[in-house]
C-alpha cells in the first residue's frame, strides 16, 4: 500500500489520498491519471491491471487500489 500511495502522491502531491475517497468518482483522478497509475504499477510492483479491472471503484481510494493489486498479484 505504501508503494501505491507514493504513485498517487507523485501524480497529484496536493491530495490526501491516505483519507480521500471517491478519487474517480469525483473525478479527483482523470483517466490520464488511471493510465499513469496503471503503467506505474506494472512498473514498480510488476502487477499488470487488465482493461476489464479499470472501472472507478477500483481506483476510488487507496484501500480499492491496494485491494485491486493484491488480487490480481495473487492470481
Request: charged share 35%; net charge negative; proline share 4%.
Amino acid at each position: 500500500m505504501e508503494e501505491i500511495l507514493e504513485i498517487l502522491s507523485e501524480i497529484h502531491p496536493d491530495v490526501d489520498f491516505e483519507n480521500e475517497e471517491g478519487l474517480a468518482d469525483r473525478r479527483i483522478i482523470d483517466s490520464l491519471d488511471i493510465v499513469t497509475i496503471v503503467s506505474e504499477i506494472a512498473d514498480r510492483l510488476d502487477v499488470v491491471i487488465p482493461a476489464e479491472e479499470i472501472i472507478p471503484e477500483n481506483f476510488n481510494s487507496v484501500k480499492a487500489l491496494s485491494e485491486l493489486v493484491r488480487r490480481l498479484d495473487e492470481e
